[in-house]
């Protein structure tokens, strides 16, 4: 009974996620297609209605309009995507990339739009691509935090790929010890009762992965134990039973360190201890560096803004204009609000990367 409950079940979760893909895949066709008809109108309206106010009126009321479907599609694409790629590591970055394409066209759309210059509807236009491009950054943006989240999650529960251990595979948690955070190995839950009570490492006070030998990987200390061999109390005379493997260089033990469960719930711990490090560092580092890091955004923003000017060989007419329509932005005209999420939205894009350079350390290459 209990099974076919859960297979009926599977059957209905097999049936949604089948009708979300097919509504996602309806929505990333239908929605691409309105962005891209919205957009071309909003930019095809750019230059329209100079020198006649009915037409600019006109082309106004058009770049609204458009502006709403580029909007509309722009969000579906979004939400489309975030459900079909959903675990990509990049799929966050790439949203918050077209973003940033769409929000900072003021610095290189009057450019290539030319002469004549830009009238009230090129204005309104180069508002519509930048509300229009809105969802793609929030959505990146929680893309990227629920990514990062989410490994998070799976780094502290699993630490290392299972594929990725030998020594110690599948052995279960000890109840009888207390998981103490950056403890030595046998205050950690793989230290087995029986053989850490024969074992010089323990009585030594040592620990196996600085000994290079322990009872995962080297049979003696299992041996040992199961012989009933007694270590003596004292931490000296303990030590000097370690077992010393001759046979394996210093690389080829370190190896076998990294690929023993013992070593990896230590990682774990090292993870656990660096991720609020990470967090709270960046928290003091908003905090602490709020006024330069401000003013680091708006001077880079501008820096860009001059290096696209020159690569556009932009006229000095333009270059003022554009100057406008950067303060428009409120990067360089100081809209406080603006400045903000900009600054929160790249330290949470760098916190991603720590937080991945961190997993890669303890994770990947073990140190
Ligand atoms: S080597 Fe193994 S048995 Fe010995 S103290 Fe460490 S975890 Fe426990």
Same mark, same amino acid.
Request: with cysteine; net charge positive.
């Given at each position: 009974?209990?099974?076919?409950?859960?297979?009926?079940?599977?059957?209905?979760?097999? +049936?949604?996620?089948?009708?979300?893909?097919?509504?996602?895949?309806?929505?990333?066709?239908?929605?691409?297609?309105?962005?891209?008809?919205?957009?071309?109108? =909003?930019?095809?309206?750019?230059?329209?209605?100079?020198?006649?106010?009915?037409?600019?009126?006109?082309? +106004?009321?058009?770049?609204?309009?458009?502006?709403?479907?580029?909007?509309?599609? !722009?969000?579906?694409?979004?939400?489309?995507?975030?459900?079909?790629?959903?675990?990509?590591?990049?799929?966050?970055?790439?949203?918050?990339?077209?973003?940033?394409?769409?929000?900072?066209?003021?610095?290189? !759309?009057?450019?290539?739009?030319?002469?004549?210059?830009?009238?009230?509807?090129?204005?309104?236009?180069?508002?519509?691509?930048?509300?229009?491009?809105?969802?793609?950054?929030?959505?990146?943006?929680?893309?990227?935090?629920?990514?990062?989240?989410?490994?998070?999650?799976?780094?502290?529960?699993?630490?290392?790929?299972?594929?990725?251990?030998?020594?110690?595979?599948?052995?279960?948690?000890? +109840?009888?010890?207390?998981?103490?955070?950056?403890?030595?190995?046998?205050?950690?839950?793989?230290?087995? +009762?029986? =053989?850490?009570?024969?074992?010089?490492?323990?009585?030594?006070?040592?620990?196996?992965?600085?000994?290079?030998?322990?009872?995962?990987?080297?049979?003696? =200390?299992?041996?040992?134990?199961?012989?009933?061999?007694?270590?003596?109390?004292?931490?000296?005379?303990?030590?000097?039973?370690?077992?010393?493997?001759?046979? !394996?260089?210093?690389?080829?033990?370190?190896?076998?360190?990294?690929?023993?469960?013992?070593?990896?719930?230590?990682?774990?711990?090292?993870?656990?201890?660096?991720?609020?490090?990470?967090?709270?560092?960046?928290?003091?580092?908003?905090? !602490?560096?709020?006024?330069?890091?401000?003013?680091?955004?708006?001077?880079?923003?501008?820096?860009?803004?001059?290096?696209?000017?020159?690569?556009?060989?932009?006229?000095?007419?333009?270059?003022?204009?554009?100057?406008?329509?950067?303060?428009?932005?409120?990067?360089?005209?100081?809209?406080?609000?603006?400045?903000? =999420?900009?600054?929160?939205?790249?330290?949470?894009?760098?916190?991603?990367?720590?937080?991945?350079?961190?997993?890669?350390?303890?994770?990947?290459?073990?140190?």
């Amino acid at each position: 009974m209990a099974q076919r409950d859960r297979v009926s079940t599977d059957s209905i979760s097999d +049936k949604l996620a089948a009708f979300l893909d097919a509504v996602c895949r309806f929505l990333l066709v239908v929605g691409g297609l309105a962005a891209l008809a919205g957009i071309a109108f =909003v930019i095809y309206n750019y230059n329209a209605g100079s020198g006649s106010p009915a037409l600019e009126a006109q082309a +106004k009321q058009n770049i609204t309009n458009f502006g709403h479907l580029a909007l509309l599609g !722009l969000t579906a694409v979004a939400l489309a995507v975030t459900y079909l790629q959903w675990g990509e590591e990049v799929l966050g970055p790439l949203l918050i990339i077209a973003w940033a394409a769409f929000f900072f066209s003021p610095m290189y !759309l009057p450019s290539i739009m030319g002469s004549p210059p830009m009238n009230a509807a090129g204005q309104n236009a180069l508002d519509a691509l930048q509300k229009a491009s809105i969802p793609l950054g929030v959505i990146g943006l929680i893309d990227v935090i629920l990514d990062v989240i989410n490994r998070v999650k799976v780094s502290v529960r699993e630490g290392s790929r299972a594929d990725q251990l030998k020594y110690g595979k599948g052995v279960k948690e000890e +109840k009888d010890i207390r998981n103490v955070i950056l403890g030595k190995c046998w205050q950690l839950p793989y230290c087995r +009762k029986f =053989v850490r009570e024969r074992c010089p490492i323990y009585h030594a006070h040592r620990t196996c992965w600085k000994e290079r030998v322990g009872c995962m990987c080297d049979e003696s =200390v299992i041996r040992h134990a199961m012989e009933g061999r007694i270590i003596p109390s004292d931490s000296n005379a303990a030590a000097k039973l370690i077992p010393k493997d001759t046979k !394996l260089t210093a690389e080829q033990k370190a190896e076998r360190c990294r690929q023993c469960v013992i070593f990896n719930e230590h990682q774990k711990h090292k993870y656990k201890v660096a991720m609020p490090v990470a967090i709270g560092g960046m928290a003091g580092i908003y905090v !602490l560096f709020h006024q330069p890091l401000a003013e680091g955004v708006q001077g880079a923003i501008a820096d860009i803004d001059k290096l696209v000017g020159r690569a556009t060989l932009r006229q000095d007419q333009q270059t003022s204009q554009s100057s406008g329509d950067l303060a428009r932005t409120g990067l360089g005209g100081g809209d406080v609000a603006f400045n903000e =999420v900009i600054l929160v939205a790249l330290l949470l894009v760098v916190l991603a990367y720590i937080i991945r350079l961190i997993e890669y350390m303890f994770f990947k290459a073990k140190v």
